[in-house]
């Protein structure tokens, strides 16, 4: 009866041991891209948790991001699968709705044109601070 109890608790252990073990290394972030556009109700360390990456990490691969995030804004994913390129202008995305993917050379009138609108709405509806300082790869809402 001794024996018996002792294998059932030996395999006990070596099954939770087993669990344990596996869940501490499991990383969900080749579920996310090396790029995230925020979406309304994110904060930074859902989006890390998410990721699978810790708020440290977030931090360092997004210079500038402070303690608010806004949707729409962009970003980077330490260790985020690479899709290989973006397209860009404008695209429909089910999850994302419709937006426009910044390309070299445009600017923020060219794009308000596209969408009959003025500049400067799309810099306020974007949270952009300097409308001559948008970069390729990033997301306008019109």
Known sequence: MFAKRTIQLTLIMVLLFATFASASGASASAYCSSRYVVQPG????????????????????????????????????????????YSCGPVYSQYYGNYYVVCRGDTLSKIARYYGVSWTYLQRRNGIANANRIYAGQFIYP
Do not use: F, H
């Not at 990721?51 to 330490?78: D, E, F, H, K």
């Open 42 to 85: 994110d904060w930074l360390a859902k989006i890390a948790r998410n990721c699978g990456v810790t708020l440290s990490q977030m931090y360092a691969a997004n210079p500038g991001v402070g303690y608010y995030i806004y949707p729409g804004q962009v970003l980077n994913i330490p260790g985020g699968y690479d899709p290989g390129y």
